[in-house]
């Protein structure tokens, strides 16, 4: 006779909104360093900038307290206070295109964090 299979819990799919609903609630406090001052300062500087790495404005996003979705691919969300915004990662190259230097200034202008 063999042993019954032992029933697998599976977890429900991970909702944005439920995650929206989970950060909205919790506090943060969060400062910048002195590069993500500056990286800030260099998203909203007219013209944009096409050589702002990725990986700086990710970090930025953080530091202002936004949470992080990773999607399929090289697709990630940043919410921060039911303000949600979608990026695409560049690849191969690691700057930034000006229309994602662009979003991200409109998404931290939403958040309200400014120079």
Same mark, same amino acid.
């Given at each position: 006779m063999q042993p019954k299979p032992k029933a697998v819990r599976t977890l429900p !799919? =991970? /909702? =944005?909104?439920n995650v929206l609903a989970f950060y909205r609630d919790q506090p943060h406090d969060f400062t910048m360093n002195s590069?993500? /001052? /500056?990286? =800030?300062? *260099?998203? $909203? *500087? +007219? !013209? %944009?900038?096409?050589?702002? *790495?990725?990986? +700086?404005?990710e970090n930025l996003l953080v530091a202002v307290g936004a949470t992080v979705i990773e999607g399929n691919g090289s697709w990630v969300r940043f919410a921060k206070d039911q %303000? %949600? *915004?979608? $990026?695409? /990662? !560049?690849?191969p190259a690691k700057e930034a295109k000006r229309y994602q230097v662009r979003d991200a200034r409109a998404f931290l202008e939403q958040i309200g964090a400014k120079p």
């Open positions: !799919p =991970l /909702r =944005l909104h590069k993500q /001052r /500056r990286m =800030l300062e *260099a998203i $909203f *500087a +007219d !013209p %944009v900038s096409g050589t702002i *790495a990725w990986a +700086d404005i %303000v %949600v *915004a979608s $990026f695409h /990662r !560049p690849h």
